[in-house]
C-alpha cells in the first residue's frame, strides 16, 4: 500500500491459522514478484488470490506450495516454519491449471499416486478402495480405467481434484483451476468445487484473476496488485468497502469523479470535483486534507428520475439485462458513468429512452471518497 | 526445379538400387547381370571372416548405444536442471561434438587412448602382485566401445533434451506436490515419458556405430568390425558378396532409423 493505509483482517477472527505468510517477499532476479505479504489463513476458510496478471497472486501460492522459497520473510504451515521444506514434504496438494495429469497412467493411477508415495507402504486394497471414494466424490464413478486423453476438460479436471483431495491435504491449493472451462462448466464446478470444500471441511486456497469467482466461492478475498496485498476481506467487505479505487474498480463496476479532498468532519467529507463541483461522500481510511481523490458510486446505487434534485444528464444508451437496465448517461462535464435501474423503477418511473434527459441523484453513504490509486 | 530435385533424388538413389539389384546377381561379375539368386547372401553369410566381423560390429554396436543411452540421458537430466551461460556453453560444446567430423574424433581418440594406456599400463604393472602377469591396456573392442560411446552420447543428448523440453513442468512439479521424492518422481514421470526418446536414441547410436568406419579403423587395433573387413575386401575387388553384405547392413540400418523416427513421433504426440 502506497499510503500505509488499512488493508483488512489479515488475521481472521477467533480461528486457528493454518497458514501464515509472515512479511514475504519474493524476487527473481531484479523483479520483484512479491513483496511484504502478511496474511493468516485459517483452518477450513475458503480464501482467494485475485488479481490480474503478473500482481504476484500465483507466486504466493508456489510458495505455500513449496515450489518456490521466499527471499525475505517466513511461510508457516501449521504454526511451523517451512521456508526451505520441499513441496514433497509438504502437507499441501495442488490442482493445476492445466491440470498436470499423469499422461502416461490411467485414471486410478493418476489418484492414486500420492497415496502410492507414502512408507511404509500402504496396502494396494486399500487405495484402490481410496480411489474409488475419491471418484465417487467428484462424480466419476467407475472412470478407474480410463486414459487421461480420453476425458473432457471438465472430467480432466475432476481428476485432477480427486487425485489432490484423495491425500486430505491440510491446504488445498487450486491455480485458475477454471480458466481452461467453458462458461457453462466453470459455473457448475463453482458450486461444486464450493459444496466439496464445506463437505471436506479442507482449507482451499484459489488463485484466479476471475472476479466472479473469487466473489461467489471465497470467504475471504485478498486482492493483490504489483506483488503487494491491498485489501483483505469477504466479498461484502471489498464491495461496500473498498480502500481504493484499484479495489472498488477491480471488484464489481463502478463510477469514479477524480477530485481534492476538501474538508473532513466526523464521518463526512467534501470532495472538490476537476469540474469545480462539490460532493459530499463517505472518506476512507487513511486519507489527509487536500489530497488527490476520486468519488467511487456504484451504478445500483444511482437513481435516475425525471423530477427533482441531481446531476442533469442525458441518456446515451440503455440495455435491457432483464432484472436491470442499464442506462449509460452522459454529463456536460462529468462524462459517461453508468446506472442500474431495477425493473420495478422502470415500470414505475417509465423507462428512459436514448436522448432523454434525466436527473441522477444517490445518496450520500453510496459515495465513497478513496484513495485514486 | 522439379527436374533438379528428381536428379538429385536419381543421382543419391541409383547407386544404392544398382548395389541391392547386383546382390542379387547370380554371375560372379560385378559389371554384369546374369539373373536372380541368393546364393552370395548364403554366401557371405557362411563366411567366417564376414561372422566374426559382424559379431564384433554387433557386440560394439550394442554396448556403445547402450552405455550412450545411459549416460545421454543422465547428462541430458542435469542439464534440464540447470540454467544460464553453463547450460548454453555445455549446449554449443555438445552441438559440436556432433558436427566434428568423424576423422577428428578418430584421431583423437586414438591419441588420447594411446597416451592413457602409455601412462596406466606401467602403473598396473607396478602394483599387480609378483607372480602374475599384468594385463596390458591396448587398443581392441574396449576402445571402439569407448570412442563409439562418447560420439553416440552427443546424440542421445541432443534427443533426450528435445524430449525433456518438450515436457510440461508442471508434471514433474505434481509429482513433488504429491510427496514423490526427486528420485521417485524420475523414475515414475520422467524416465516414462521421455522413454520412447531414449529408445528412439538407442537404436540411432546402434545404427551409427554399426555403420560407423572412419572412427573404427582409428581405434579398432586388431579388431575387425563389418565395415572395415567390407572396405579390405573391397581392395580385392568389388564382389557380389560385398554387394549382399551391403544390401543386408542397408536393410537393417533403414529398419532401426525408421523405428526410431515411429517412436520419436509417436512420443511427441502422446505428451500433448
Known amino acids: 500500500m502506497e499510503n500505509g493505509g488499512y488493508v483488512g483482517e489479515v488475521e481472521p477472527a477467533g480461528k486457528k491459522p493454518i497458514a501464515e505468510l509472515r512479511g514475504v517477499t519474493k524476487r527473481f532476479g531484479e523483479v520483484l514478484a512479491a513483496s511484504d505479504l502478511n496474511l493468516s489463513i485459517a483452518e477450513g476458510e475458503f480464501l482467494s488470490f485475485l488479481g490480474p496478471s503478473g500482481c504476484g497472486k500465483t507466486t504466493a501460492l508456489r510458495m505455500l506450495a513449496g515450489f518456490e522459497t521466499p527471499t525475505e520473510g517466513d511461510v508457516l504451515l501449521d504454526g511451523k516454519v ?24 490411467t485414471v486410478a493411477q493418476n489418484i492414486g499416486y500420492g497415496l502410492r508415495q507414502i512408507r511404509p507402504r500402504i496396502p494396494k486394497a486399500e487405495i484402490s478402495e481410496r480411489v474409488s471414494k475419491a471418484l465417487d466424490v467428484v462424480q466419476l464413478a467407475g472412470f478407474e480405467d480410463r486414459k487421461i486423453w480420453e476425458m473432457s476438460g471438465g472430467q480432466q479436471q475432476r481428476v485432477a481434484l480427486a487425485r489432490a483431495i484423495i491425500n486430505e491435504p491440510k491446504l488445498l491449493l487450486l491455480d485458475e483451476p477454471m480458466a481452461a472451462l467453458d462458461r457453462k462448466l466453470r459455473k457448475e464446478m463453482q458450486i461444486e468445487l464450493q459444496d466439496l470444500q464445506r463437505q471436506l471441511g479442507i482449507t482451499f486456497v484459489l488463485v484466479t484473476h476471475d ?67 462539490r460532493i459530499q461522500g463517505m ?15 456504484r451504478p445500483e446505487q444511482m437513481k435516475l428520475r425525471r423530477q427533482g434534485k441531481g446531476l442533469e444528464v442525458e441518456v446515451h444508451n440503455r440495455i435491457f439485462l432483464g432484472e436491470h437496465t442499464e442506462y449509460l448517461v452522459t454529463h456536460e462535464t462529468l462524462g459517461d458513468f453508468l ?22 441523484s444517490w445518496e450520500t453513504s453510496a459515495a465513497l471518497i478513496l484513495d485514486r490509486n | 526445379m522439379r527436374l533438379y530435385a528428381i536428379c538429385v533424388y536419381l543421382f543419391l538413389y541409383i547407386p544404392i538400387g544398382v548395389i541391392a539389384l547386383f546382390s542379387f546377381n547370380a554371375g560372379r561379375h560385378a559389371s554384369q547381370l546374369q539373373g536372380f539368386s541368393t546364393k552370395w547372401y548364403g554366401k557371405a553369410l557362411s563366411n567366417p571372416f564376414v561372422m566374426d566381423a559382424l559379431e564384433t560390429s554387433l557386440v560394439v554396436a550394442f554396448c556403445s548405444a547402450l552405455f550412450a543411452s545411459v549416460f545421454g540421458t543422465m547428462a541430458a537430466v ?28 578418430g584421431i583423437a581418440t586414438l591419441i588420447g587412448l594411446v597416451t592413457v594406456f602409455d601412462q596406466l599400463n606401467p602403473l598396473i604393472a607396478a602394483i599387480w602382485p609378483d607372480g602374475f602377469k599384468p594385463p596390458k591396456l591396448r587398443m581392441g573392442i574396449g576402445s571402439l566401445i569407448a570412442a563409439h560411446t562418447m560420439f553416440l552420447m552427443a546424440l542421445v543428448v541432443i534427443i533426450v533434451r528435445a524430449r525433456l523440453a518438450g515436457m510440461d513442468r508442471a508434471l514433474t512439479e505434481a509429482s513433488s506436490d504429491l510427496y514423490a521424492t526427486p528420485m521417485g518422481t524420475f523414475r515414475q514421470v520422467t524416465l516414462p515419458m521421455i522413454f520412447p526418446a531414449i529408445l528412439a536414441g538407442f537404436l540411432l547410436s546402434f545404427t551409427f556405430s554399426f555403420d560407423d568406419f572412419i572412427i573404427a579403423f582409428f581405434v579398432a587395433g586388431s579388431e575387425t568390425t563389418l565395415p572395415i573387413y567390407v572396405f579390405s575386401s573391397i581392395r580385392r575387388g568389388v564382389t557380389p558378396e560385398i554387394n549382399a553384405i551391403g544390401t543386408m547392413v542397408m536393410g537393417v540400418s533403414l529398419l532401426l532409423l525408421i523405428t526410431a523416427q515411429l517412436l520419436l513421433q509417436r512420443g511427441g504426440k502422446k505428451s500433448r
Open chain 1, 82 to 105: 517451512v521456508n526451505t521444506l520441499e513441496a514433497h514434504h509438504r502437507p499441501v496438494n495442488m490442482v493445476f491449471q492445466q491440470y498436470a495429469l499423469f499422461p502416461h497412467m
Open chain 1, 211 to 277: 472476479q466472479e469467482e473469487a466473489l461467489s466461492m471465497s470467504d475471504r478475498i485478498c486482492i493483490m496488485r504489483d506483488g503487494r496485498i491491498v485489501q483483505i476481506g469477504s466479498p461484502q467487505e471489498l464491495y461496500d468497502r473498498p480502500n481504493s479505487r484499484y479495489v472498488a474498480d477491480f471488484v464489481g463496476t463502478s463510477n469514479f469523479f477524480n477530485g481534492k479532498l476538501q474538508r473532513s468532519t466526523d464521518g463526512l467529507s467534501e470532495v472538490l470535483l476537476d469540474n469545480g463541483m
Open chain 1, 283 to 297: 472518506p476512507g481510511d487513511g486519507l489527509v486534507d487536500g489530497q488527490e481523490v476520486c468519488v467511487s458510486v
Open chain 1, 339 to 360: 446506472v442500474l435501474a431495477p425493473r420495478q423503477a422502470d415500470l414505475s418511473e417509465g423507462a428512459f429512452a436514448v436522448r432523454d434527459k434525466a436527473l441522477v
Open chain 2, 78 to 105: 542435469a542439464l534440464q536442471g540447470i540454467r544460464g551461460p553453463v547450460r548454453a556453453t555445455f549446449d554449443l560444446l555438445i552441438y559440436v561434438a556432433v558436427m566434428i567430423p568423424g576423422i577428428v574424433i
